[in-house]
């Protein structure tokens, strides 16, 4: 089993700056990328960044040159940096921790709320 602890949301005013974490523990040998997802109100829940096992990223062009995702394989963690902060930013933000095996071995997390207002 693999269990995701997500911290680091909250409310920021437009152009500030937030961090979130996500930590994997369990049978974390098992983990491939990891990413960030995020879900606002009624809408679908879309890929915001995803770092490979070797480091490799991929981004959303919609926060491309604001968010910075990286990984710390020792502690089986991902963060994002998130920069610039808009306010359609706002949104329930997903750690999801991809396995070897398939996507339906896939782990999200329980989302953690970030808001972007002034």
Do not use: H
Not at 10 to 30: E, I, K, N, Y
Not at 42 to 48: E, N, P, S, T
């Amino acid at each position: 089993q693999v269990q995701i602890t997500e911290s680091g949301g909250g409310l920021v005013q437009p152009g500030g700056s937030l961090r979130l974490s996500c930590a994997a523990s369990g049978a974390t040998f098992s983990i491939n990328a990891m990413g960030w997802y995020r879900q606002a109100p009624g809408k679908q829940r879309d890929m915001v960044a995803i770092v490979s096992t070797d480091g490799t990223t991929n981004y959303s062009n919609s926060v491309k040159g604001r968010f910075t995702i990286s990984r710390d394989n020792a502690k089986n963690t991902v963060y994002l940096q998130m920069n610039s902060l808009k306010p359609e930013d706002t949104s329930v933000y997903y750690c999801n921790v991809d396995r070897y095996g398939g996507p339906e071995y896939a782990v999200w997390g329980q989302g953690t709320q970030v808001a972007v207002s002034s």
